[in-house]
C-alpha cells in the first residue's frame, strides 16, 4: 500500500539486530547483536565452513555468490537477521562474484538497513549499486529510489529530487516505480514549498491514465494539498472529491482528503458542508485514529463557532480518551477543553 509520507518499496523486509562491541571479523557482524561475541564467532564460522564445503564441491564462484544470495533472502524472511545480513556481507566481499548478485546483495542489505533505521549505512549501500559500472539497470533504478527515499526520510529533499529524477529518466524503467518516484518526488517539492513543480509531478500521474487506482488516489490527494497550500481553495476542493469519489481509494487518502476538503469549505464560511465532511471522516469504518482526532478536533472548534460547547467538549474529550492518537492531535484537544472549561471560582474572605 502507498503511504503518501511515505516508506520504501522493498525487496525483502526484515529487521536487523542492535550490536554493540567487537568481534573477530568486523566486515561479516551485523551493526548490533544481542548475541554474545562467543555465540557470533560461532555463527560466522558456520558460514564460513557453508562457503568452504561449497568450494570442495568444486563450486565455481558464480553459483556460490547464488546460494549465498538465494540462503540470505530465506534467512531474512524467516527473521534470521544475522545469519542474513553474514550471508549477504560474504557475498558483497567475494573477489569476482558477478556484479548482478553483488548488487542485488547490497540493495537487500541496504533496505535491512533502512528498515531498521539506519539510513545512513542504507545510503552507503545504495551508493554503491549506484556506482557500479555493470550492475543491472533494474537493480541501480530500485536502488536510486531506495536511496532517494532515505534522504528523503531524512528530510534532504534536494538529494531525494535528484534521486527521483534519475528514476523518472531511466528508460523503459518499471511504470510502477516511475509512478511512485513522481509521487515522492512531488512530495519532497511540497516540503520545499515548491507548489509549482509539486503540482507537475502529481498532474503527470493522474494524466497517464493507466496508474493504479491507490496511486491515483494519491496523486489527487497530494495535488489538492498542493492545491491549498498554493491558495488555489477551489482547486483543492475538486482534488480532494476526486479522491474521496474515487471508487477503492483507500480508506486513508479517503480520510484525510475529507479532513482537508472540510477544513478548505470552513476557511470559505462554508460551516454546513465542512461539519458534513469531519462528520464522514468520523464514522467512516477503518479510518485511522489519527484522521478521525483530527475531524474530532476540527469539529469541536466548529461547535465552538456555533457556540455549542455541550457538543464541542463532547468531541475532544473523545480525542483524549482514544488510543494511537499522535500526541500533538491530543495536546490540542486538552488545549481546547481547557478553554471551554469555566474559571475556577475564587473564595471570598469570610466577613468579621
Known amino acids: ?5 511515505g516508506t520504501l518499496t522493498l525487496v525483502v523486509s526484515f529487521f536487523l539486530v542492535v550490536w ?73 566481499e567475494m573477489k569476482d562474484a558477478p556484479a548482478q548478485q553483488v548488487a ?36 541501480v533504478g530500485q536502488a536510486l529510489f531506495n536511496r532517494g527515499t532515505a534522504y528523503r526520510k531524512a528530510a534532504d ?21 516511475v509512478i511512485d518516484a513522481l509521487i515522492y518526488r512531488g512530495l519532497s517539492y511540497e516540503q520545499l514549498k515548491d507548489t509549482t513543480n509539486a503540482v507537475a509531478d502529481f498532474t503527470r500521474v493522474i494524466d497517464m491514465g493507466y496508474a493504479p487506482v491507490e496511486k491515483l488516489a494519491v496523486a489527487y490527494l497530494s495535488r489538492g494539498v498542493s492545491f491549498d497550500h498554493g491558495g488555489d481553495a477551489a482547486s483543492a476542493i475538486a482534488d480532494y472529491t476526486r479522491a474521496i469519489e474515487l471508487k477503492n481509494a483507500q480508506v486513508e487518502v479517503v480520510a484525510e482528503a475529507l479532513v482537508h476538503r472540510g477544513t478548505a469549505y470552513r476557511k470559505g ?18 479510518a485511522p485514529a489519527a484522521w478521525v482526532a483530527q475531524a474530532l478536533v476540527a469539529r469541536g472548534l466548529l461547535y465552538e463557532e456555533e457556540k455549542d460547547p455541550t457538543r464541542a467538549t463532547a468531541d475532544y474529550t473523545k480525542v483524549i480518551e482514544m488510543p494511537d492518537v499522535p500526541a500533538n492531535v491530543k495536546q490540542e484537544a486538552q488545549s481546547s477543553l481547557d478553554k471551554l472549561k469555566p474559571p475556577a471560582a475564587t473564595s471570598q474572605p469570610a466577613a468579621k
Not at 34 to 45: A, L, S, V
Not at 108 to 122: H, I, L, N, P, Q
Not at 269 to 286: P, V
Open 20 to 92: 554493540g562491541g567487537d568481534v573477530l571479523r568486523a566486515d561479516l557482524t551485523p551493526p548490533g547483536s544481542t548475541k554474545t561475541k562467543q555465540e557470533m564467532r560461532d555463527i560466522i564460522k558456520g558460514e564460513e565452513d557453508f562457503v568452504a564445503s561449497l568450494r570442495a564441491k568444486e563450486i565455481d564462484t558464480a553459483g556460490i555468490a547464488e546460494q549465498l544470495l538465494n540462503r540470505g533472502v530465506s534467512y531474512g524472511l524467516d527473521g534470521d537477521t544475522i545469519r542474513a545480513y553474514i550471508d549477504y556481507t560474504m557475498l558483497i
Open 104 to 139: 542485488l546483495a547490497l540493495l537487500v542489505r541496504g533496505t535491512a538497513f533502512s528498515e531498521s533505521g539506519d539510513d545512513t549505512r542504507a545510503i552507503a549501500d545504495f551508493s554503491r549499486v549506484i556506482d557500479m559500472e555493470d550492475a543491472p539497470v533494474e537493480t
Open 157 to 177: 529533499h534536494q538529494r531525494a529530487i535528484a534521486d527521483f529524477a534519475k528514476v523518472i529518466g531511466i528508460k523503459d524503467f518499471s511504470i510502477r516505480q
Open 269 to 286: 464560511g462554508d460551516k454546513t458542508r465542512a461539519m458534513a465532511d469531519y462528520a464522514q471522516a468520523i464514522e467512516l469504518s477503518n
Open 1 to 5: 500500500m502507498f503511504c503518501r509520507h
